[in-house]
């Protein structure tokens, strides 16, 4: 009896395609991204409303925000992971290269927005009722921008 070969690709093959992937990503991001108005601007999202939050944060409760902002940090981060990696969405413009989410959105200025709600808004009416408006802000304002300035596709 004849054996059938496989029709499906091996393991070593996909690995070569996805090394010359990386390769391919990282020239990419080299000699596109790298120092971009776009590059620039994630960079400002990352780091100012972190330093910002941390002027204003009530420090007594800090570990409970922080906790909140964790947890959040992991549910954002695992639910990009999977838009990106069933390509319902991509990024071109990153920050960093080395990461497929767009962190400075997904744990700068989002995380650091809920945070902030969650600091101010203790009683769960008004929590939820300022995250809808938050969400809504995000989606209907920040999203259409970031695709204006090319950093999101849908």
């Not at 922080?66 to 990009?80: A, E």
């Not at 992971?81 to 969405?89: E, N, P, Q, R, S």
């Not at 960093?96 to 997904?106: E, F, G, K, S």
């Not at 008004?126 to 920040?142: C, E, G, P, R």
């Amino acid at each position: 009896m004849k054996k059938l070969k496989a029709t499906y690709p091996s393991y070593g093959e996909i690995q070569k395609i996805e090394n010359k992937l990386a390769d391919m990503k990282n020239e990419y991001w080299l000699h596109h991204d790298l120092f971009t108005f776009q590059w620039w601007l994630l960079l400002i999202i990352f780091i100012l409303p972190w330093i910002v939050w941390w002027r204003y944060v009530d420090k007594n409760r800090l570990k409970e925000i922080v906790l909140f902002g964790c947890l959040l940090m992991h549910l954002v981060g695992l639910l990009d992971d999977i838009g990106v990696t069933a390509h319902l969405w991509s990024y071109p413009y990153k920050l960093v290269q080395a990461i497929p989410r767009l962190a400075p959105i997904d744990y700068g200025i989002l995380i650091v927005a809920h945070m902030t709600v969650y600091q101010f808004f203790e009683k769960w009416k008004s929590f939820i009722i300022v995250n809808l408006v938050l969400a809504t802000i995000f989606t209907f304002i920040f999203e259409p921008l970031t695709v204006w300035l090319d950093i999101y596709k849908l």
